[in-house]
């Protein structure tokens, strides 16, 4: 997709906006300029129901006056409109209480920018109109009411939704850096009538930043349905401490609960379980995870952070160890901790060698948890506790269906009982977890 005077334009906003704000008295401004279109489908029961195409723009601003912070945004970007929206975000800003932590970032994290192409637009994006998710919500929907047993769907859903996400970054202290990405998703969702009168759901979805690397839409429709008309008949499982395989799909919610607390934010705030654990063993030392913001096409791949640090791999656990946080500059100058970067990008795990059909051959006896229903996790203990559904395993093989159950401990003796790691990452996610498999876990039924 060829780049048009408007990126020049939204770049040369995004300029003047820090020449504004120093006219008006800011010793420093970070401005943002974006635009966003997304489109998105939703095909159900034969029929398509909602269609909607839209495409925002705007700026927003890191302000520092006077040892004082603010940050504001507006979606007018008339030159006039702009000068006057400045004056004013300063004048209140300097209203505010100082804070001595807060101010740019150093420009030397802004040095170092990787080279390489990160594969994140596709040049074909404009090509791929509503009319063609249209034609792969149809075929989603027509393979979910086409499995064997699709007497006992109630519903499917289709859906397809793309964007294009253009953004614009400019630090008064020296940062320019422009960023534009593309994705496109298909989902379907699929409930059923069970013989009890409950209506289980369940889905089945894939993305990519390229439309040709979308999973074939007829396969996601079948998928979907076929994983409702497996929970048919679910009942709540025997109370029990078994071997626990987490599925790929469903692992990133577990993972995002131990990652969380790993912020800085967390850790001044005193709401983080791994507070002064650098250096220790925190989890099974089959696990080690690498922040790795280069990874072509994935979702979590970037050049710069929202800071505009420099991105760079970086390991966060190896070997069950902890490594690193999640730092950045307001956090790091109140722990006197090095900026890293604020948020994480894409999680690049070390690798079992098995498929998780393999594993479960492995556990012979366990339960394969395929969701998590509500719960929750504490960040300050570690302590979490969730719903979960998924399948009895008997003899190394996908067996009966189970709900109502619940998976709880805590994260710091959790993680330590994991004893293999599949080879089998969640594509689709930037956590990209594999199976996990976790042994002499309790599991609360009946």
């Keep these: 997709m060829s780049k048009t005077n408007n990126d020049h334009d939204m770049l040369a906003i995004a300029q003047s906006c820090i020449a504004m704000a120093k006219s008006a008295g800011a010793g420093g401004t970070i401005a943002r300029g974006y635009r966003v279109r997304d489109v998105s489908l939703e095909y159900r029961d034969g029929r398509v129901e909602k269609i909607s195409e839209s495409t925002t723009r705007g700026v927003g601003l890191q302000l520092y006056v006077d040892g004082r912070y603010s940050s504001v945004s507006t ?255 307001y956090y790091g100058r109140k722990l006197k901790m090095a900026p890293t970067s604020g948020s994480p990008s894409n999680l690049a795990w070390k690798l079992g060698t098995k498929s998780q059909k393999e594993l479960l051959a492995d556990a012979k006896e366990a339960l394969l948890i395929t969701g998590f229903i509500g719960g929750n996790s504490n960040g300050g203990t570690g302590d979490f506790s969730l719903g979960v559904v998924g399948f009895r395993v008997r003899n190394g093989a996908v067996a009966e269906p189970v709900a109502e159950m619940n998976l709880s401990g805590n994260h710091l003796e959790f993680w330590k009982k994991l004893v293999a790691i599949g080879n089998d990452p969640f594509p689709y996610s930037s956590f990209r977890t594999p199976t996990l498999v976790f042994e002499n876990v309790s599991v609360a039924g009946t």
């Design 75 to 329: 979606s007018d970007l008339r030159p006039e409109a702009l000068k006057t929206f400045i004056s004013d975000s300063v004048a209140l800003a300097k209203a505010i209480q100082p804070d001595p932590f807060r101010a740019l970032p150093d420009a030397e994290l802004y040095k170092g920018q990787a080279s390489l192409d990160l594969q994140l637009e596709d040049p074909k994006y404009l090509d791929v109109t509503a009319d063609e998710g249209r034609k792969a919500a149809k075929v989603m929907h027509d393979a979910a009411r086409g499995v064997q047993g699709a007497e006992a769907i109630l519903s499917v859903t289709a859906s397809f939704s793309t964007n294009l996400v253009e953004t614009w970054m400019v630090a008064s202290n020296g940062f320019s850096g422009a960023n534009r990405s593309t994705s496109f998703f298909l989902s379907t969702d699929v409930s059923a009538k069970d013989a009890d009168g409950r209506r289980p759901e369940e889905y089945d979805y894939a993305g990519s930043r390229f439309w040709n690397g979308v999973a074939d839409p007829a396969r996601i429709g079948a998928t979907a349905a076929q994983r409702t008309l497996a929970r048919l008949g679910s009942k709540k499982g025997q109370t029990d401490a078994m071997t626990v395989l987490v599925d790929n799909r469903a692992a990133g919610r577990l993972v995002s609960m131990l990652t969380g607390p790993l912020s800085a934010n967390a850790l001044q705030q005193k709401r983080s379980f791994l507070e002064g654990r650098t250096g220790q063993q925190i989890v099974s030392p089959l696990i080690s995870l690498t922040d790795d913001p280069l990874v072509p096409r994935a979702f979590g791949s970037r050049k710069f952070d929202n800071e505009g640090i420099a991105a760079k791999p970086r390991a966060v656990i190896e070997n069950g160890v902890l490594k690193s946080y999640y730092v950045d500059t």
